[in-house]
């Protein structure tokens, strides 16, 4: 494909920017909060040039080819709120709390890559004079965001008898809890790069998902095909759907730890460790058929891994 730069080229740069406050409740315990943002100027933006018209086929300019044209036209903006809360080690418990409100937009999600994995549509300008009518959710926009680990010292169970107290004392529990709310799910019609019609936003997502084998996520019969002229191959108009119509569901995840340290002799010590990532075996879905023109439309076709256990045991000398 013919590849055109604009000779104007320029340098991309962001500007960040944030405004909080940090106050200390206790000695070891800091609360801070703050609104934070960012916004990208100048970046780059891929699109195709010369493309046929949707009715007649015939190209603006019949002289010359299709391909794509580089520029500087891209602009993303994110703004959030974000709150943590801070507990140092003491008294034999330590924990960090995290939560974000937040919200990215861009044009067709802010992808600069020439193509996207999957059906190709994701980063496709439907019109290449007017890129303002592309403007929805980044890729990877979540709106709540919220996370939280902690060190635990377990107390000593019979810390009277030294034996109990070297098998039984010292023992950490650690963990990390992870919960956020779905990205933005990118549909289209991988065939023409065009996307179609929300006909039923009220049933767009099916809720009876994704258990007992049912791994219908997004409702087919809640879009209807746009029209294509065999012409021009392309829809006959644009959908009346942005890019980013539907999110994905949210995704939780638990992790524990529990591990200890064992004296043995002078300078020697026996390290004892078990980790469980996504101890409660929870499926996460993290990925669905996109291209509606497809008999798996809307159907999950991947999902995070399943728990697993690690035991670890080291000699320190």
Same mark, same amino acid.
């Given at each position: 494909?013919?590849?055109? $730069?604009?000779?104007?080229?320029?340098?991309?740069?962001?500007?960040?920017?944030?405004?909080? =406050?940090?106050?200390?409740?206790?000695?070891?315990?800091?609360?801070?909060?703050?609104?934070?943002?960012?916004?990208?100027?100048?970046?780059?933006?891929?699109?195709?040039?010369?493309?046929?018209?949707?009715?007649?086929?015939?190209?603006?300019?019949?002289?010359?080819?299709? *391909?794509?044209?580089?520029?500087?036209?891209?602009?993303?903006?994110?703004?959030?709120?974000?709150?943590?809360?801070?507990?140092?080690?003491?008294?034999?418990?330590?924990?960090? /709390?995290?939560?974000?409100?937040?919200?990215?937009?861009?044009?067709?999600?802010?992808?600069?890559?020439?193509?996207? /994995?999957?059906?190709?549509?994701?980063?496709?300008?439907?019109?290449?004079?007017?890129?303002? $009518?592309?403007?929805?959710?980044?890729?990877?926009?979540?709106?709540?965001?919220?996370?939280?680990?902690? =060190?635990?010292?377990?107390?000593?169970?019979?810390?009277?008898?030294?034996?109990?107290?070297? /098998?039984?004392?010292?023992?950490?529990?650690?963990?990390?809890?992870?919960?956020?709310?779905?990205?933005?799910?990118?549909?289209?019609?991988?065939?023409?790069?065009?996307?179609?019609?929300?006909?039923?936003?009220?049933?767009?997502?099916?809720?009876?998902?994704?258990?007992?084998?049912?791994?219908?996520?997004?409702?087919?019969?809640?879009?209807?095909?746009?029209?294509?002229?065999?012409?021009?191959?392309?829809?006959?108009?644009?959908?009346? =759907?942005?890019?980013?119509?539907?999110?994905?569901?949210?995704?939780?995840?638990?992790?524990?730890?529990? *591990?200890?340290?064992?004296?043995?002799?002078?300078?020697?010590?026996?390290?004892?460790?078990?980790?469980?990532?996504?101890?409660?075996?929870?499926?996460?879905?993290?990925?669905?058929?996109?291209?509606?023109?497809?008999?798996?439309?809307?159907? /999950?076709?991947?999902?995070?891994?399943?728990?697993?256990?690690?035991?670890?045991?080291?000699?320190?000398?």
């Amino acid at each position: 494909m013919t590849r055109r $730069i604009n000779p104007n080229y320029q340098s991309p740069y962001a500007m960040n920017y944030t405004l909080g =406050i940090q106050q200390a409740l206790t000695p070891s315990l800091v609360l801070e909060t703050a609104f934070v943002g960012t916004r990208g100027v100048k970046f780059v933006m891929i699109r195709t040039f010369n493309v046929v018209d949707r009715v007649t086929g015939i190209r603006p300019n019949p002289g010359d080819v299709q *391909g794509s044209y580089n520029d500087n036209s891209q602009q993303t903006n994110y703004n959030s709120w974000q709150t943590s809360l801070r507990q140092r080690f003491s008294r034999g418990l330590g924990f960090n /709390v995290h939560y974000t409100w937040g919200k990215g937009m861009s044009y067709t999600g802010g992808d600069i890559a020439e193509s996207w /994995v999957g059906d190709g549509t994701r980063n496709s300008i439907e019109d290449f004079n007017n890129i303002k $009518i592309e403007r929805s959710l980044s890729t990877g926009d979540i709106t709540h965001n919220f996370s939280t680990d902690w =060190i635990y010292s377990v107390p000593t169970v019979f810390a009277n008898s030294p034996i109990a107290r070297n /098998v039984l004392g010292g023992w950490q529990l650690t963990g990390i809890f992870a919960a956020r709310t779905g990205i933005p799910i990118f549909t289209g019609i991988s065939q023409t790069g065009g996307r179609p019609d929300l006909i039923d936003p009220e049933n767009m997502i099916n809720r009876q998902c994704c258990s007992f084998g049912n791994t219908q996520y997004i409702n087919p019969a809640a879009f209807t095909l746009v029209d294509v002229p065999r012409a021009s191959g392309r829809t006959i108009r644009r959908g009346n =759907i942005n890019s980013s119509p539907v999110r994905a569901p949210g995704m939780w995840n638990l992790d524990f730890s529990l *591990g200890k340290s064992f004296g043995l002799t002078e300078g020697k010590k026996l390290e004892v460790k078990a980790d469980m990532l996504n101890a409660l075996n929870h499926t996460t879905y993290t990925d669905f058929a996109t291209n509606l023109s497809g008999i798996t439309f809307g159907k /999950v076709t991947q999902t995070g891994p399943a728990r697993v256990i690690q035991l670890q045991m080291r000699m320190l000398f």
